[in-house]
C-alpha cells in the first residue's frame, strides 16, 4: 500500500511481549539470561505481527531501570548494562528485517534513547540527572548493542540530561 505521492504506509505497533501469542515480560526474559529464547520469541512476535499487517515495531525497549518505583520497569532488561546489551542484540536479532519484502519480520525500534529509565523518584517523565559517565558507561551501551545488531529506528526520549532532544 502506498500513497498517492508514492510514500508507502507503515503501521507501527506495541509488539512489547508478543502478539497473538504472549511471551515473558521483557523483565522476565532477562532474568532468564538467556538471549536466545528472547530472540526466539520476538522473531515468532515480529512474523505474527506481520501477518496482521504491521510493519514496524515500538520494542526492543532499551531503557535501564534502576529505581523499582519506577512505572516502567517491567518493559526493560533490568539494572545491568550488560544484561541490557546482551538482550537488545538478540531482541533486534529476532525482529529485525533487512528485507522490507519479507513476510516475517518486521522493523525493530530501540527506545527511549537514553536515560529514560532514570527518571528521578520513579516518576514517569520526570527529571533525568546523571553524569556523562553513568549516561556512557551505564545507560548507552545496550543503545549500542542494538545499532551494532541492526535496528532500524531510534525513538528519542524527552529529554537528555541538560540537553533536548527535540528543537523548541
Known amino acids: ?16 511481549h508478543g502478539y497473538k501469542t504472549l511471551f515473558q515480560i521483557p523483565l522476565g526474559e532477562a532474568a532468564s539470561w538467556d538471549p536466545q529464547a528472547a530472540k526466539l520469541a520476538d522473531s515468532i ?12 515495531t515500538f520494542a526492543p525497549i532499551m531503557d535501564l531501570a ?3 518505583r519506577w512505572g516502567r520497569v517491567m518493559e526493560g532488561s533490568g539494572e545491568d548494562a550488560f544484561l541490557g546489551s546482551e ?11 533487512n528485507d522490507y519484502s519479507r513476510p516475517d519480520k ?5 527506545k527511549h534513547f537514553a536515560g529514560y529509565g532514570a ?36 525513538l528519542t526520549t524527552l529529554k537528555l540530561p541538560c540537553t533536548p532532544s ?3
Not at 510514500?7 to 505497533?13: A, N, Q, R, V, Y
Not at 512476535?45 to 514496524?56: F, K, L, T, Y
Not at 518486521?106 to 530501540?110: D, H, L, S, Y
Open 87 to 97: 538482550m537488545a542484540k538478540a531482541r533486534v536479532l529476532g525482529f529485525r528485517v
Open 45 to 56: 512476535a515480529a512474523a505474527e505481527a506481520r501477518v496482521s499487517g504491521i510493519h514496524w
Open 119 to 154: 527518571a528521578e523518584a520513579g516518576r514517569d517523565y520526570a527529571s533525568v540527572d546523571m553524569s556523562e559517565r553513568q549516561l556512557r558507561e551505564v545507560y548507552l551501551p545496550p543503545f549500542k548493542a542494538a545499532i551494532e545488531a541492526g535496528i532500524g529506528f531510534r
Open 1 to 16: 500500500m502506498s500513497s498517492r505521492q508514492q510514500i508507502p504506509l507503515l503501521f507501527g505497533f506495541d509488539v512489547i
Open 166 to 168: 527535540t528543537p523548541e
Open 106 to 110: 518486521v522493523m525493530a525500534c530501540a
Open 66 to 68: 534502576r529505581d523499582p
